[in-house]
């Protein structure tokens, strides 16, 4: 097994591919001149409470390899 350095370690994280959550594009499509239009949110409730489990579970993701990070000892 191959030592982890620092340098392999930025190489790994750099080829974690970009997430964009969809409850940045919903809040765009639900604000309308800079203020939240409560009727587009009650039409698309639906797949706000879609965005907003899949951003949940994105955060625990990201605080596990935190944490799985932070045990790490760099070469």
Known sequence: ?????????VAA???VPEKKLRIIDLVKAVTVKGEVDYNLVS????????AEAE??????????AQGALRNITAC
Do not use: P, S, V
Request: hydrophobic share 40%; net charge positive; charged share 30%.
């Open 55 to 64: 951003a949940r579970a994105y955060i625990q993701m990201t605080h596990q």
């Open 13 to 15: 994280l750099r080829k």
């Open 1 to 9: 097994m191959m030592a982890l350095t620092t340098k392999r370690l």
């Open 43 to 50: 039409e698309k409730q639906k797949e706000i409470n879609l």
